[in-house]
């Protein structure tokens, strides 16, 4: 019916696909035929599993973030010209850009928007249920929105599964450390947190003892009060993993 409607094609765009089943063979046949794919989605599950198993050696694999600063300025057609930190005015100007652009984040649908709180908010509710969840079949919902809480409020500490697992049986809930492992992975998935690791010798204690952060300053900020602090180590922690060609280990543990 496409070919009857828009005629032979070959180049194919495709969002979400691996919501229909068997997707990773179709894309594999319209290559192997000499189309060119692009196919995006939102979970890291998605491209590592399906896409390294049926089409190895047949696609680059491509991570697009949030917009930084400096892309956040170019949307808004802010251009800084030479000496501009000494006009007053764009300065002011500079200043009030990076401000909203440090509480609200990188997601361009925030941009023209008044309440971008309430976007936010949405938007991580979205994750939560749709990429995290619901995709993985959770059923004990009010244990892993406390991990994300935590996680939340410990940005600038090095956080240990155990600590973790202690604050979800106070809060009275049950969660064996395997689990807890799956459902910090699952996060990870969704492109909501990214860890670093340890810096040490010991495979332990790397993979026990991480900091963690939110892929987005806007849906940290959904989370905590008096956030400056966090929300500027967020950031840089952001802009390391965009640079990083190599594992990162933060000095003496902390950025």
Known sequence: AFI??????????????????GWERFVRRLHDSGCKVFVTGSN????SRELGTHLTGRYCQIELYPFSFPEYLKYQHFDLVANWEYNLKVKAELVKKFET??????????????DKRSWLNSLFQKILLG????????????????????????????????????????AGCSLSYN???????????AYLIFGISNFSDKLSEKESIKKRYFFDNGLLNTFIIEPESKLLENLVAIELKKRRHHNTYPSSYSL
Request: glycine share 4%.
């Open 101 to 114: 652009y440090f509480y609200f984040g990188g997601f361009a649908e925030t941009f023209p928007l008044k």
């Open 4 to 21: 009857e409607l828009f005629g032979e094609q070959k180049t194919f765009y495709f969002d979400e696909i691996q919501n229909i089943p």
């Open 131 to 170: 990429d995290v969840i619901s995709r993985n079949d959770i059923r004990n919902e009010s244990s892993i929105r406390l991990i994300v809480k935590k996680l939340a409020e410990s940005i600038m500490q090095p956080l240990a599964l155990a600590r973790i697992l202690g604050v979800i049986k106070s």
């Open 179 to 189: 689990t807890l492992v799956d459902y910090l992975q699952y996060l990870n998935d």
């Open 44 to 47: 890291a599950n998605m491209l």
